[in-house]
């Protein structure tokens, strides 16, 4: 059987074997380095440098949304103080119309029924005058037809006359 190499040069390496190994070895470390290792790390380090920026800027993101949830905590304080006052005056406001109404309508009630005091007083004025105005035409028409039975002569005429002048002059 014939053998190729020797299994024994392995062990004991010959000096031009390793040269030439060791030559190659460099070689495919100097092309790896320059076209495979410095693409990849100039990769991994541009990875590490956008991984970096996006941490930093949702960091910024994080305390800019606590900024701003602060602010709108202090933003729903403010709205909430702000709606109670206003719910205050509001009802200030309805309480003094109310009052007001209250008042107005007390005023307009008095008014009508002063209104309606006076004019019942009025009519009532205007009625006792109409039945003294009825009264005394009565009696007149009364007194007339009793005055022309008792006095049918003129002496009669004469001394009712002479007496009922006699009693006005008295009386005043």
Same mark, same amino acid.
């Not at 190499?5 to 392995?10: A, C, G, K």
């Not at 996006?54 to 905590?73: G, P």
């Not at 035409?137 to 007496?163: H, P």
């Given at each position: $059987?014939?053998?190729?190499?020797?299994?024994?040069?392995?062990?004991?390496?010959?000096?031009?074997?390793?040269?030439?190994?060791?030559?190659?070895?460099?070689?495919?470390?100097?092309?790896?380095?320059?076209?495979?290792?410095?693409?990849?790390?100039?990769?991994?380090?541009?990875?590490n440098?956008?991984?970096?920026?996006?941490?930093?800027?949702?960091? +910024?993101?994080?305390?800019e949304? /606590?900024?701003?949830?602060?602010?709108?905590?202090?933003?729903? +304080?403010?709205?909430?103080e702000?709606?109670?006052?206003?719910?205050l005056?509001?009802?200030?406001?309805?309480d003094?119309?109310?009052?007001?109404? $209250?008042? +107005?309508?007390?005023?307009?009630?008095?008014?009508?029924? /002063?209104?309606?005091?006076?004019?019942? /007083?009025?009519?009532?004025?205007?009625?006792?005058?109409?039945?003294?105005?009825e009264?005394?035409?009565?009696?007149?028409?009364?007194?007339?037809?009793?005055?022309? /039975?008792?006095?049918?002569?003129?002496?009669?005429?004469?001394?009712?006359?002479t +007496?009922?002048?006699?009693?006005?002059?008295?009386?005043?």
């Amino acid at each position: $059987m014939i053998l190729l190499f020797d299994p024994i040069s392995l062990i004991t390496p010959d000096i031009g074997y390793t040269f030439w190994t060791l030559l190659a070895f460099v070689i495919f470390w100097i092309i790896a380095g320059k076209y495979a290792v410095k693409p990849i790390v100039s990769s991994i380090e541009a990875r590490n440098q956008k991984i970096e920026d996006e941490l930093l800027s949702a960091q +910024k993101a994080r305390q800019e949304f /606590e900024q701003l949830k602060l602010q709108n905590d202090d933003l729903l +304080k403010s709205a909430r103080e702000e709606r109670q006052v206003m719910l205050l005056e509001a009802k200030k406001d309805a309480d003094s119309f109310r009052s007001a109404e $209250m008042a +107005k309508s007390k005023e307009d009630a008095t008014r009508l029924l /002063e209104q309606a005091k006076s004019e019942i /007083e009025n009519q009532k004025r205007a009625a006792i005058n109409e039945v003294k105005k009825e009264l005394g035409t009565i009696s007149i028409g009364i007194a007339e037809k009793l005055v022309r /039975e008792k006095l049918t002569d003129s002496a009669s005429q004469q001394s009712l006359v002479t +007496k009922l002048v006699n009693e006005s002059l008295s009386s005043n």
